[in-house]
């Protein structure tokens, strides 16, 4: 145990969010310990749909989004579903989601989101250099489909949003436009938004150890460890494990969609709920893909991964125990199927993965309330791959003392 040798900084957990960060901690001279029950990205991290998804600046919680969820939740394999055994431990966080839905709040978060997106691209390109990680990205953008006139005419305030932010965009009127960036897509899709900024990893799980790779090589250390309590000290915190105590001068929590029990044990009462989604992973030459896709209407991406074809998305507000059902992936590829008539869809592998997420669809990135040596990263709901690079520099700015570069008042934990 380290009682008489306190490590500078312990990061607890080894997601895409965990492992920049101590990365990050470690380019400014930090020696820094992450832990993780399982090791290098085990959660959300791993099978993620892989986009940098800088271009998604409206927050989920979108005015007049409460009207058309019920609408969703009619369909038990819809974009949307709460299990019946779950209703009623949701129905505090829905009641924030529908609260941050309001126009107030909405656009003080669709500026904090892009404000942080902006701050994430650059991040990431930083990144990148840092650790030679050109490989291991698609710079191929995305396409926005929709499926009529009155569905594409739906979502032009969100184009407006992100002309508002300079994001670049071109908005395609006919199946043969859009044939030209994507051919054999069913020609029920009539329109489209192809955004160019947008950015893929070949395989997030990859990704992930890349970057855990040079940490460790550069001298970090990555442990298996559950951690169950953090106990404020004098000069520290105290972490206690199955294996005993373990103490640190700060503590990162980025333990993702179980962050919210570990600032518990401090006191703090974080809102933190679980979207979980799904997918299934077709193996090479399923579809000649040459950009990321998002059928938005219908509440799902599909993505190249590992020149495979990864087919996913969807939102479960069921919680942490209960178990897959992995019929939603069925409902999803099924649709990818009708969609994408060349589609092979023999051999996959299907995957659900917990998304961390706050009602207002921000992160929280700030210290802890009640102990000052501690760090929250967690709650990137949808975007911690895409924000995982921007938070790691703004946590390791508050680590240092060093001023932030945004305003970091829309990620506090005192917001809720
Ligand atoms: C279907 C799906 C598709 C997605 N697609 C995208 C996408 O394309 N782009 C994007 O930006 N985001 C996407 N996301 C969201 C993204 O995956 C998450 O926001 C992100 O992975 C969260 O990273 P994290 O490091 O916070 O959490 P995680 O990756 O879940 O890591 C948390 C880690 O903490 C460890 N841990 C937890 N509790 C403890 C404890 N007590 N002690 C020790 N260790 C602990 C866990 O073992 C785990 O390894 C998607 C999510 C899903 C489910």
Same mark, same amino acid.
């Given at each position: 145990? &380290?009682?008489?040798?306190?490590?500078?900084?312990?990061?607890?957990?080894?997601?895409?969010?965990?492992?920049? *960060?101590?990365?990050?901690?470690?380019?400014?001279?930090?020696?820094?310990?992450?832990?993780?029950?399982?090791?290098?990205?085990?959660?959300?991290?791993?099978?993620?749909?892989?986009?940098?998804?800088?271009?998604?600046?409206?927050?989920?919680?979108?005015?007049?989004?409460?009207?058309?969820?019920?609408?969703?939740?009619?369909?038990? &394999?819809?974009?949307?579903?709460?299990?019946?055994?779950?209703? =009623?431990?949701?129905?505090?966080?829905? =009641?924030?989601?529908?609260?941050?839905?309001?126009?107030?709040?909405?656009?003080?978060? &669709? +500026?904090?989101?892009?404000?942080?997106?902006?701050?994430?691209?650059?991040?990431?390109?930083?990144?990148?250099?840092?650790?030679?990680?050109?490989? @291991?990205?698609?710079?191929?953008g995305?396409l926005q489909l929709f499926e009529?006139?009155?569905? %594409?005419?739906?979502?032009?305030?969100?184009?407006?949003?992100?002309?508002?932010?300079?994001?670049? %965009?071109d908005?395609l009127d006919n199946p043969d436009a859009i044939a030209e960036i994507q051919p054999g897509l069913d020609r029920r899709f009539t329109h489209a938004g192809f955004?160019?900024?947008?950015?893929?990893?070949?395989?997030?799980?990859?990704?992930?150890?890349? #970057?855990?790779?040079?940490?460790?090589?550069?001298?970090?250390?990555?442990?298996?460890?559950?951690?169950?309590?953090?106990?404020?000290?004098?000069?520290?915190?105290? &972490?206690?494990?199955?294996?005993?105590?373990?103490?640190?001068?700060?503590?990162?929590?980025?333990?993702?969609?179980?962050?919210?029990?570990?600032?518990?044990? #401090?006191?703090?009462?974080?809102?933190?709920?679980?979207?979980?989604?799904?997918? *299934? *992973? !077709?193996?090479?030459?399923?579809f000649d893909l040459r950009t990321?896709l998002?059928?938005?209407?219908?509440?799902?991406?599909v993505?190249?991964?590992?020149?495979?074809?990864?087919?996913?998305?969807?939102?479960? =507000?069921?919680? @942490?125990? @209960?178990?897959?059902?992995?019929?939603?992936?069925?409902?999803?590829?099924?649709?990818?199927?009708?969609f994408m008539p060349g589609l092979?869809?023999?051999?996959?592998?299907?995957?659900?993965? %917990?998304?961390?997420?706050?009602?207002? +669809?921000?992160?929280?990135?700030?210290?802890?309330?009640?102990?000052?040596?501690? %760090?929250?990263?967690?709650?990137?709901?949808?975007?911690?791959?895409?924000?995982?690079?921007?938070?790691?520099?703004?946590?390791?700015?508050?680590?240092?003392?060093?001023?932030?570069? !945004?305003?970091?008042?829309?990620?506090?934990? *005192?917001?809720?």
């Amino acid at each position: 145990m &380290l009682q008489d040798n306190p490590t500078d900084i312990v990061v607890i957990g080894a997601g895409i969010i965990g492992i920049s *960060t101590a990365l990050e901690l470690q380019k400014r001279g930090k020696q820094v310990l992450v832990l993780d029950r399982e090791g290098v990205g085990a959660g959300a991290s791993k099978g993620n749909a892989g986009a940098f998804a800088f271009t998604d600046i409206v927050p989920l919680a979108t005015p007049g989004i409460m009207r058309k969820a019920p609408k969703w939740l009619f369909d038990p &394999l819809g974009p949307l579903s709460i299990p019946p055994s779950y209703a =009623l431990n949701i129905a505090p966080w829905m =009641l924030r989601f529908w609260r941050a839905s309001w126009q107030d709040r909405y656009a003080a978060a &669709l +500026s904090a989101q892009a404000a942080l997106m902006d701050h994430s691209r650059a991040a990431l390109e930083r990144q990148i250099a840092d650790v030679d990680g050109e490989a @291991l990205m698609q710079r191929e953008g995305q396409l926005q489909l929709f499926e009529s006139e009155g569905e %594409f005419r739906a979502s032009l305030p969100t184009w407006d949003r992100r002309k508002d932010h300079g994001i670049p %965009f071109d908005l395609l009127d006919n199946p043969d436009a859009i044939a030209e960036i994507q051919p054999g897509l069913d020609r029920r899709f009539t329109h489209a938004g192809f955004t160019p900024t947008w950015m893929n990893t070949v395989d997030p799980a990859s990704w992930t150890r890349h #970057l855990a790779t040079r940490f460790t090589a550069r001298g970090g250390q990555v442990e298996i460890a559950t951690i169950s309590a953090l106990t404020p000290m004098d000069a520290g915190v105290r &972490l206690t494990t199955a294996i005993g105590e373990i103490d640190a001068r700060q503590v990162i929590v980025a333990a993702g969609a179980w962050s919210h029990h570990l600032a518990k044990t #401090l006191g703090d009462r974080i809102p933190l709920e679980t979207e979980r989604g799904y997918n *299934t *992973t !077709l193996p090479q030459g399923a579809f000649d893909l040459r950009t990321h896709l998002t059928f938005g209407g219908h509440g799902f991406v599909v993505t190249r991964i590992n020149g495979g074809v990864r087919i996913g998305g969807a939102v479960e =507000l069921g919680g @942490l125990e @209960l178990p897959p059902n992995y019929k939603r992936a069925d409902a999803l590829l099924a649709k990818a199927g009708r969609f994408m008539p060349g589609l092979n869809l023999e051999g996959g592998t299907q995957w659900m993965g %917990f998304r961390p997420s706050l009602p207002d +669809s921000l992160p929280l990135i700030d210290r802890s309330a009640r102990a000052p040596q501690v %760090f929250y990263a967690f709650g990137h709901g949808h975007l911690g791959l895409t924000q995982s690079a921007g938070t790691a520099e703004l946590v390791a700015d508050l680590v240092t003392n060093t001023k932030p570069a !945004l305003d970091m008042k829309p990620f506090a934990s *005192t917001r809720f």
